[in-house]
């Protein structure tokens, strides 16, 4: 059963940047698709971006221009990098994979933290 882990949160100021990885163990993730999403508190997850084996990606309006989302097959792992983060994206976030039609596999989260 594949299982997603994500490693890189952690606290920054704005204008930072960090590098959020999302490792998939007992399986190979080679050519469905993957997502980024978050939570921040009291609100809905919603989704940030989004790649396909393709190499296609999405973005929402929200982080468009400061995230890249990128997945290295070889190494069974999903990237996001992200640039110029403002406080607004303090959030858990979550990676996530669509084994059938939609993303059915999800990760533990981590968290997001940028001060002001």
């Known amino acids: 059963q594949v299982q997603l882990v994500e490693f890189g949160g952690g606290l920054v100021q704005a204008g930072g940047s960090l590098k959020l990885s999302c490792t998939a163990s007992?399986?190979?993730?080679?050519?469905?698709?993957m997502a980024w999403f978050r939570q921040a508190p009291g609100q809905e997850r919603e989704y940030v971006a989004g790649?396909?084996?393709?190499?296609?990606?999405n973005y929402a309006h929200s982080v468009k221009g400061r995230f890249t989302i990128s997945r290295d097959s070889t190494k069974n792992t999903l990237y996001l990098q992200m640039n110029n983060l403002k406080p607004e994206d303090t959030a858990v976030y979550y990676c996530?994979?669509?084994?059938?039609?939609?993303?059915?596999?999800w990760g533990q989260g981590t968290q997001v933290t940028v001060s002001s």
């Open positions: 996530a994979a669509a084994l059938g039609t939609t993303y059915d596999i």
């Open positions: 007992g399986g190979t993730l080679n050519t469905e698709p």
């Open positions: 790649i396909r084996w393709t190499a296609i990606t």
